[in-house]
């Protein structure tokens, strides 16, 4: 499989999950639980299909958020299905469960983790994937993870997540964009303790895998990131999220594009109700900002610029950060610097020590260069 990079052609890439040999040694008459939604492709056929098609025991399914064909709004509650295709139960982890049962995995023997992530905290994927190992840590399943290229693996920046911000947004004390793939990430959950028991793990790594390539997904991993602009800005962007500024749900550009009522600017949009965003902010009125779809840079840092320039032309700088803003950002910090008028440049500085500290980590856990 050849992913592009921004109009160049990336070395062949094989993902995990194409390395269908190296993965059925794991699978002889054992009963499987798939992890996985629409990305969980191996070239044009979904895994749980090619799978099924060589006679494996799958049982069940379990989806993230979104869902498992990936249609739901962010956030929204993702109710268990059966999957009219093959017949087999689909349990949501983004409903009133998400971390698998006891009693969901009580047949199961192991469990395939196969998601495209995009390389950000605050991307719930990558809690899911905790949830997960530590469910078959507890019940001594053996977790498979077919390793899938990180989008935005070539660079790492952001405030470090402290303790007392925890949530689904955000599980580990690690930056916004953390640089790994999600096999990677699954080695430092394990490693660092951050479940309470070791899990049998095994990673069905990429073969020609090189993280400063900027990967073009072939399948978008989620309704608002329909391509490789959106998954490069989606860091910087979803910090508007937790304000009073669209990042462009309800159009046909978001993440590409952020604007207000109240920003002054030559270009508008409008957000309407649709799918993947049912309930848009600022829902039927215009929003004046900034289009960055045509832009020639690849962001290889955090941009916090934009989010400060909205803050200051904010009439109510007081409602300007929305609930859940310091989880989203995993600190308070970030909040009371842009409210203090400290420069992004000091912004940053304060953010280097903690990134020095979690490269140190991350360097045990890097499977390629």
């Known amino acids: ?24 040694q794991h699978l002889l008459n054992k009963n499987i639980a798939i992890i996985g939604n629409q990305t969980s492709m191996i070239n044009q056929t979904h895994l749980v299909d090619s799978l099924l098609s060589l006679n494996q025991s799958i049982k069940k399914v379990f989806s993230p958020e979104h869902g498992f064909r990936g249609k739901k709004d962010a956030g929204t509650h993702v109710n268990d299905e059966i999957d009219n295709k093959t017949g087999l139960p689909i349990i949501s982890l983004h409903g009133k469960n998400k971390k698998p049962e006891k009693e969901a995995l009580k047949d199961i023997e192991i469990i395939i983790f196969d998601i495209q992530d995009v390389g950000a905290r605050f991307y719930t994927y990558i809690s899911t994937l905790h949830y997960v190992l530590e469910a078959a840590s507890e019940q001594d399943i053996k977790v498979l ?38 096999g990677e990430y699954a080695k430092m959950i394990i490693g660092e303790n951050w479940i309470d028991k070791k899990c049998d793990l095994v990673i069905i790594e990429m073969l020609n895998y090189n993280r400063q390539e900027i990967y073009n997904l072939p399948i978008k991993p989620s309704p608002n990131l329909p391509n490789k ?129 979690f490269r140190d980590i991350r360097k045990k856990y890097l499977i390629y260069e």
């Open 229 to 357: 602009r959106s998954i490069n800005l989606y860091p910087s962007l979803c910090l508007f999220e937790r304000t009073t500024v669209s990042i462009g749900r309800g159009t046909n550009y978001p993440f590409q594009h952020f604007g207000a009522p109240y920003i002054e600017s030559n270009y508008s949009f409008i957000p309407k109700s649709g799918i993947g965003s049912k309930y848009p902010k600022h829902e039927n009125k215009y929003c004046y900002g900034k289009d960055l779809r045509f832009q020639k840079n690849i962001l290889n840092s955090l941009n916090i610029e934009w989010l400060i320039e909205c803050y200051n032309q904010s009439p109510n700088q007081e409602d300007f950060f929305t609930l859940n803003f310091d989880k989203l950002a995993g600190t308070d910090k970030l909040r009371k610097q842009i409210i203090a008028g400290i420069s992004p440049e000091k912004i940053k500085e304060s953010w280097q020590e903690g990134l020095a500290d």
């Open 145 to 182: 993870v077919l390793d899938r290229p990180n989008p935005n693996g070539h660079y790492i920046d952001g405030p470090i997540l402290e303790n007392k911000y925890k949530s689904f947004i955000g599980k580990h004390p690690i930056p916004i964009v953390h640089g790994m793939t999600i």
């Open 1 to 24: 499989m050849i992913l592009s990079s921004f109009g160049v052609n990336a070395q062949e890439l094989v993902l995990g999950a194409q390395r269908i040999d190296n993965i059925l």
